[in-house]
T-cell receptor, first 114, second 114 residues
């Protein structure tokens, strides 16, 4: 089945630790995205990538890092510099980053700092 | 500036009632796209519909219908004969050609009671 797979679904992190969220897509999409969702709020863009080996900061990139070494993979690292990392993280992809392209989402990952 | 407003934070209806979710948007671009997504309790964002700014035809898909009115900058979503499985958070989103960013409203939580 085609889709976007995120792992793990639930993750607990101790303060001061880095953690990496995995995102893989088999839709052959060029563009990939990471969004953060806090309770009762809409989604905010963290990073996006339009092509392999290229990525751009979104609206709330501080404390996060990404890589795009393969077309199908776009992992997100939540670093210890992120002041309030507890949130729901959604990975997404689209054929291209043009506005007419629909963005499809994965099932999300819950990150809790303990 | 781009903005999406979903004024209804929560709506509760009884099964088989019709319900309309409101969405008002702001953009300076003449070419833009509007989206609706459904987020069930599992967390995944499910794409429902995309509408471009040049197509004001209303759309019906089963029990779902969408009313796009450029004159009032609104893109409302109606569920006819609601069912318990419709219970979810629904997000309206805007994407225009100026930034290609997908801007979300804060979502409407729909609770359908049996």
């Amino acid at each position: 089945d085609g889709g976007i797979t995120q792992s793990p679904k639930y993750l607990f992190r101790k303060e001061g630790q880095n953690v990496t969220l995995s995102c893989e897509q088999n839709l052959n999409h060029d563009a990939m995205y990471w969004y953060r969702q806090d309770p009762g709020q809409g989604l905010r863009l963290i990073y996006y990538s339009q092509i392999v080996n290229d990525f751009q900061k979104g609206d709330i990139a501080e404390g996060y890092s990404v890589s795009r070494e393969k077309k199908e993979s776009f992992p997100l690292t939540v670093t210890s510099a992120q002041k309030n990392p507890t949130a729901f993280y959604l990975c997404a992809s689209s054929r291209q980053r043009l506005s007419g392209n629909t963005i499809y989402f994965g099932e999300g990952s819950w990150l809790t700092v303990v | 500036a781009q903005k999406v407003t979903q004024a209804q934070t929560e709506i509760s209806v009884v099964e088989k009632e019709d319900v309309t979710l409101d969405c008002v948007y702001e953009t300076r671009d003449t070419t833009y796209y509007l989206f609706w997504y459904k987020q069930p309790p599992s967390g995944e964002l499910v794409f429902l519909i995309r509408r471009n700014s040049f197509d004001e035809q209303n759309e019906i898909s089963g029990r779902y219908s969408w009313n796009f009115q450029k004159s009032t900058s609104s893109f409302n979503f109606t569920i006819t004969a609601s069912q318990v499985v419709d219970s979810a958070v629904y997000f309206c989103a805007l994407r225009d050609g100026a930034t290609n960013k997908l801007i979300f409203g804060t979502g409407t939580l729909l609770a359908v009671q049996p």
